[in-house]
């Protein structure tokens, strides 16, 4: 429980984003502002669906880039121009690209993409990069998801670790999302390429190094059937067929947990894909590791999201292989006219140099 001594001074935009009301199919748009009191400047660009911080100083420059799904697309988020276009960077440590999507018709979130994603470089020169999803429910996940972006970035790109920048979103959603809370995970890059990984709740890394999926560089889903299975319950495949596999026991705004966290020292050509459960339930690592033998980076993140799109919208039963030898038959998603079983999808792609 937060005491009152524990309240922490809130930027602006979360103000304003609490303050989100909603009316039928149209929710109304957060101000924008610069603010002091966390000492950086805010803006949106691109039609509201960018959010760019930055800061420089005699000998070093820092920014986040932030993509949101910008709140005039309520109720029609397929006319969002992220549903089209992904986002390639490059620092001196890794490449990146990403995206992120309401998930097509077959969607069950048909007002908005709860989901988001930021990436940059921080003040002490590491490249940062996350995804965010937001869950708890209309536009309480909207609104969750787009305070823990914020406040996570925000944090990383300061220079603090994932220890500060997840308690710190903990607090902000617990005060400022209404009981919305979200989902994330996030990577930080040194110069030399130690790369640390930090997650709450099922949104996840997968390193994959020279055909071989990376133990040490793969995010533990803080997912009950996750648990189950690391306990050796329930077989492996559960973590795609299981009806529970969603039910997670720790989230961004809740007081049930605390934040998973590793580290590995990176080599030029490791893979570290980031994405939330709109991925990782669709398709399986082996299926991910398979991909990634023919496709790098660019290719790599187009194939992964077609594939992921493709099942999120099937109206059919689909096949996933976990290995060469086990698949599983999954029910379509789509139901036309009747109920749509699909996810927000975000992907990140990032390859160490």
Known sequence: MLHSSEILPLPDWAGELRQH??????????ATKNTSKWNFDFQEKN??????????TASKQFFIKRILTDLHHWGHPQDCPHNQNSHHFSTPQADLVGSTTYGGPGSKY???????????????????????????????????????????SHQLLQGQGFDTAFETADKIL??????????????????????EIGNKGDARALTIRQGAILKVG???????????????????????????????????????GRHAQTAFKGRPGDIVILGSDGLFDLVSD????????????????????????????STTPFTIKLSPHESHILPPLYIENQRQYGDNITIMVVELK
């Open 174 to 195: 617990q005060l400022s999302a209404h009981g919305g809370y979200a989902t994330g995970v996030s990577v930080m890059i040194s110069r030399d390429l130690h790369v």
């Open 218 to 256: 793969t995010s533990v889903i803080q997912s009950e059937v996750a648990r189950k299975i690391r306990e050796g319950h329930l077989p492996a495949h559960a973590i795609h067929t299981s009806d529970r596999k969603n039910i997670i026991y720790c989230a961004i705004g809740k007081d049930d």
């Open 47 to 56: 039609q509201s669906t960018c959010f760019e911080e930055s800061s420089q």
């Open 21 to 30: 009301k909603t009316q039928g199919n149209s929710v109304s748009q957060p």
């Open 110 to 152: 048909i007002n908005i993409n709860e989901d988001s994603f930021f990436f940059g470089i921080n003040s002490n020169q590491k490249t940062i990069a996350g995804v965010i999803d937001g869950a708890g429910g209309s536009q309480n996940g909207y609104l969750a998801g787009s305070l823990a972006n914020r406040t996570i």
């Open 286 to 313: 082996y299926e991910i590791l398979c991909l990634s033998d023919k496709y790098k980076t660019m290719e790599l993140h187009q194939e992964l999201n077609k594939l992921a799109y493709q099942r999120n919208n």
